[in-house]
């Protein structure tokens, strides 16, 4: 994107973050109305994980078990997250979690049966602030989930997050801690704390923009993680503008987006869980449930984009 086209684009995120974010309240609204007198057989698509059941875990088990979440964390630690009293399923409608732009260097590698190195940069929430332990970070369940996908195939995700990071901090961490690793995945977690101190949004309009535009020039795939839909981050009024300007900048710099925010207030909003099913007792982090949901709508966001006829004919290497 040249420099004029991207400061046109600063404005336009700007000016238009209202306009997005009145849609997506009065979508969230409709949607909400419209749940409650669908049928099953006119229900929106959804992914489903009927075998996703948080369980207590033994002194001797393992930390990490695919498709269950086991509390690890020790009695003294109050910020770390419990497990929902009774299994609960993990859903979302499909369209939150999927990919619009084929992932054609990740299925490059997957193809050629190359080690996949995916990189997870973010603040606290892709650091695991809330879970029981980091290997109950999305992160960790991310690799978890796409090792049982992509059976036999070597998949490193390596987690980047750093608590209580903005934009710009983790623009500078790009060279040290997320291009020497070429990957062939980024997934950038943004905006959260720039909400949370009342960040102007022009400012990270310009920031997110060149960030963006830094990652796909590393020659990676970007996707996009947006906010998380938890108390703290709700009761903030820049937020629907944050989540508008986001999406806006996707569809500008034609990267992909993973719908965090949508996903999570339809936990909320449509499926009436409680917050303290994926929200730690902070009311601003995800629990070990949340995280681990997460993961599974992401990692089947991936393989479908990965798996797409068109990502294969885009994979194919030049003669």
């Not at 732009?101 to 490059?108: A, E, G, S, W, Y």
């Amino acid at each position: 994107m040249t420099s004029k086209k991207r400061t046109a684009c600063w404005r336009r995120a700007a000016a238009l973050s209202a306009l997005f974010a009145a849609h997506t309240f009065f979508a969230a609204q409709h949607s909400t109305a419209m749940a409650q007198a669908i049928s099953p057989s006119n229900a929106p698509a959804r992914f489903v994980a009927s075998d996703f059941i948080p369980v207590a875990a033994p002194t001797s088990a393992p930390t990490t078990v695919p498709a269950v979440i086991r509390s690890t964390a020790p009695a003294s630690n109050p910020a770390a997250a419990t497990a929902p009293a009774t299994p609960t399923v993990c859903t979302a409608p499909v369209a939150f979690s999927h990919l619009a732009r084929p992932l054609t260097h990740l299925m490059r590698s997957l193809a050629s049966n190359e080690p996949v190195t995916i990189v997870a940069i973010g603040s606290s929430s892709t650091a695991g602030a809330g879970a029981s332990s980091r290997d109950a970070s999305y992160p960790s369940r991310l690799a978890v989930e796409l090792r049982q996908r992509f059976s036999g195939r070597d998949i490193t995700v390596i987690n980047r997050g750093m608590n209580g990071e903005e934009t710009d901090n983790m623009m500078a961490r790009f060279a040290a801690d997320v291009f020497p690793a070429h990957p062939q995945l980024i997934l950038w977690q943004v905006g959260t704390n720039s909400v949370l101190r009342d960040r102007p949004l022009d400012r990270h309009a310009e920031q997110l923009y060149r960030g963006i535009d830094q990652l796909k020039a590393s020659g990676a795939d970007v996707v996009l993680i947006d906010l998380q839909y938890s108390p703290a981050v709700v009761a903030k009024s820049e937020t629907p503008d944050m989540v508008a300007q986001i999406a806006l900048a996707a569809k500008n710099e034609n990267v992909d987006l993973f719908q965090r925010f949508a996903a999570m207030r339809d936990w909320s909003e449509v499926q009436h869980l409680p917050f303290d099913t994926f929200v730690a007792p902070d009311k601003l982090h995800m629990n070990d449930w949340g995280y681990a949901c997460m993961a599974k709508l992401l990692a089947n966001g991936i393989a479908e984009a990965v798996n797409r006829p068109i990502a294969s004919v885009a994979a194919q290497r030049p003669h």
